[in-house]
């Protein structure tokens, strides 16, 4: 079954840090680019970055810019949100999705998110 | 970046209606365009791609059409099922943006 699910969400305080993972199974993940979007309670969904499946290009929001970044393990199937400098409005269930292959960067396969709190 | 409209933000009907929702961007996007649908507590699924193709396993009463700035998204029959939030995204460039989400409710 193809999977992606993610984990380390958590309480954090505003300036902290938190790291976020995504194991991915069921399909080759070194083929594939990937995303993190996110979703702020009872809000839409915001796309935050993108990578390539050799990680050789890396795209952010301008609300992340400086503060996140992404990553990836292919030899581990994993993906990674490295997130320093927290803000509230950081608050968000967080999903890392798999960008289709064609067409390109439709996001065919979802985790079922992880919530990240940004709270004093 | 490109902003997406959608419309109506919210939608009430009854099981067997036809309901289309439409999403409208800043600039044209050609058919880089894709729906979501989205029930609470659930993370999005894909629903339709390029404007107009289905995915694999989503039922034909959905629909897409459009192409450059206008899109719409149409459940020919309304199931149980298909109440939920529905999303466009564009995939044309960086950043990615979404629209609003357009919440189908049981009337």
């Known amino acids: 079954e193809v999977q992606l699910v993610e984990s380390g969400g958590g309480l954090v305080q505003p300036g902290g840090s938190l790291r976020l993972s995504c194991a991915a199974s069921?399909?080759?993940?070194?083929?594939?680019?990937m995303n993190w979007v996110r979703q702020a309670p009872g809000k839409g969904l915001e796309w935050v970055s993108f990578?390539?499946?050799?990680?050789?290009?890396?795209f952010y929001s301008d609300s992340v810019k400086g503060r996140f970044t992404i990553s990836r393990d292919n030899a581990k199937n994993s993906l990674y949100l490295q997130m320093n400098s927290l803000r509230d409005e950081d608050t968000a269930v967080y999903y890392c999705a798999r960008d289709s292959l064609s067409p390109a960067h439709a996001f065919d396969i979802w985790g079922q998110g992880t919530m990240v709190t940004v709270s004093s | 970046d490109i902003q997406m409209t959608q419309s109506p933000s919210s939608v009430s009907a009854s099981v067997g209606d036809r309901v289309t929702i439409t999403c409208r961007a800043s600039?044209?996007?050609?058919?880089?365009l894709a729906w979501y649908q989205q029930k609470p507590g659930k993370a999005p699924k894909f629903v339709i791609y390029a404007a107009s193709s289905l995915q694999s396993g989503v039922p034909s009463r959905f629909s897409g059409s459009g192409s450059g700035t206008d899109f719409t998204l149409t459940i020919s029959s309304l199931q149980p099922e298909d109440f939920a939030t529905y999303y466009c995204q564009q995939a044309n460039s960086f950043p990615f943006t979404f629209g609003g989400g357009t919440k189908v409710e049981i009337k």
């Open positions: 600039q044209g996007i050609s058919s880089w």
């Open positions: 069921g399909f080759t993940f070194s083929s594939y680019n």
């Open positions: 990578i390539t499946s050799s990680s050789g290009t890396i």
